[in-house]
T-cell receptor, first 113, second 114 residues
Framework: DQQVKQNSPSLSVQEGRISILNCDYT??????FLWYKKYPAEGPTFLIS?????DKNEDGRFTVFLNKSAKHLSLHIVPSQPGDSAVYFC????????????FGPGTRLSVLP | EAGVTQSPTHLIKTRGQQATLRCSPI?????VYWYQQALGLGLQFLLW???????NRGNFPPRFSGRQFPNYSSELNVNALELEDSALYLC?????????????FGDGTRLSIL
């Protein structure tokens, strides 16, 4: 049973527009959430995180929103750039001890020039 | 600052053999994590080492094992290799747990079983 879901395998967005990547989770004990970006032949690169005490965290063009009641988080990229084309993974962990991140299956973002 | 380094980049083995994958964490990181990414699947947690001890393991058989050395580098050993072990194995490191800390990944070892 997938605890972290990314229901859109792929997403295409025009350059300069907003990209919204979604992630849902089922484990209400998750309290730390992260987004990673992965290019082919490279390891995932940490993008941004949010703890459950917040509902929004922003870092430059990247903003993560957390809706705990809906068990949903999203990553907004504004404006989208062709270099943002990659696979994006959502990850979650439970508690302060034992950071066994549970990863979603990923969403492939294509930013079209 | 050097990132997480993994070796080898590629490894080709045959069924029944044993494979050893290596990982050097970012300086100052004491926790090392191993993940398996099979083709078309997400990252599956394998093992977590901290201060030389195995702290947790994912839902993998005992033939997946490893260790962490005093310098915090780590090895992942896979015994009695099976075809389905073909995957990208990713190592990540982080500062000590107890705080919400992101994990930083290496570029992985691609293990191919023939």
């Amino acid at each position: 049973d997938q605890q972290v879901k990314q229901n859109s395998p792929s997403l295409s967005v025009q350059e300069g527009r907003i990209s919204i990547l979604n992630c849902d989770y089922t484990n209400s004990m998750f309290d730390y959430f992260l987004w990673y970006k992965k290019y082919p032949a490279e390891g995932p690169t940490f993008l941004i995180s949010i703890s459950s005490i917040k509902d929004k965290n922003e870092d430059g063009r990247f903003t993560v929103f957390l809706n705990k009641s809906a068990k949903h988080l999203s990553l907004h990229i504004v404006p989208s750039q062709p270099g943002d084309s990659a696979v994006y993974f959502c990850a979650a962990s439970e508690g302060n001890y034992g950071q066994n991140f549970v990863f979603g299956p990923g969403t492939r973002l294509s930013v079209l020039p | 600052e050097a990132g997480v380094t993994q070796s080898p980049t590629h490894l080709i083995k045959t069924r029944g053999q044993q494979a050893t994958l290596r990982c050097s964490p970012i300086s100052g990181h004491t926790s090392v994590y191993w993940y398996q990414q099979a083709l078309g699947l997400g990252l599956q947690f394998l093992l977590w080492y901290d201060e030389g001890e195995e702290r947790n393991r994912g839902n993998f058989p005992p033939r997946f094992s490893g260790r962490q050395f005093p310098n915090y580098s780590s090895e992942l050993n896979v015994n009695a290799l099976e075809l389905e072990d073909s995957a990208l194995y990713l190592c990540a490191s982080s500062f000590p747990t107890g705080h919400n800390q992101p994990q930083h990944f290496g570029d992985g070892t691609r293990l191919s079983i023939l």
